[in-house]
């Protein structure tokens, strides 16, 4: 499966931003879909996933509240809603997907097996 990020961009301090994690060549409403996001000079962290068989949803703690994931089968995708963005949110963020991950190692990235390519998201303050 072939997964894209896209919708990132620059924003300023409180705006909303809203990723989409689009998949071809396989269907992945069964998988696990999480999103990470590395900064420069920063190891990859986990953002949000929303789990494959129950659809439930988890997030980083410092991002509760404020972020929010959601899939539309019917589209193959998956969104990462982000709301009053911070100069300290800017990152590169990537989606990635499972269907194999057990919901104790979603927030493991090298759990996951397919990877889109990351979007750039900047917030100035």
């Known amino acids: 499966v072939q997964l894209q990020a896209f919708g990132g961009g620059l924003v300023q301090t409180g705006d909303s931003l809203r990723l989409s994690c689009a998949a071809s060549?396989?269907?992945?409403?069964?998988?696990?879909v999480g999103w990470f996001r590395q900064a420069p000079g920063k190891e990859r962290e986990f953002v949000s996933a929303?789990?494959?068989?129950?659809?439930?949803?988890y997030y980083a703690d410092s991002l509760k509240g404020r972020f929010t994931i959601s899939r539309d089968n019917a589209k193959n995708t998956v969104y990462l809603q982000m709301d009053s963005l911070k100069p300290e949110d800017t990152s590169i963020y990537y989606c990635?997907?499972?269907?194999?991950?057990?919901?104790?190692?979603?927030?493991?990235?090298?759990?996951?097996?397919?990877w889109g390519q990351g979007t750039e998201v900047t917030v100035s303050s």
């Open positions: 929303i789990f494959r068989s129950t659809n439930n949803k």
């Open positions: 990635a997907a499972s269907d194999r991950i057990i919901l104790s190692g979603i927030r493991d990235s090298g759990n996951y097996h397919y």
């Open positions: 060549g396989r269907t992945f409403s069964r998988a696990t």
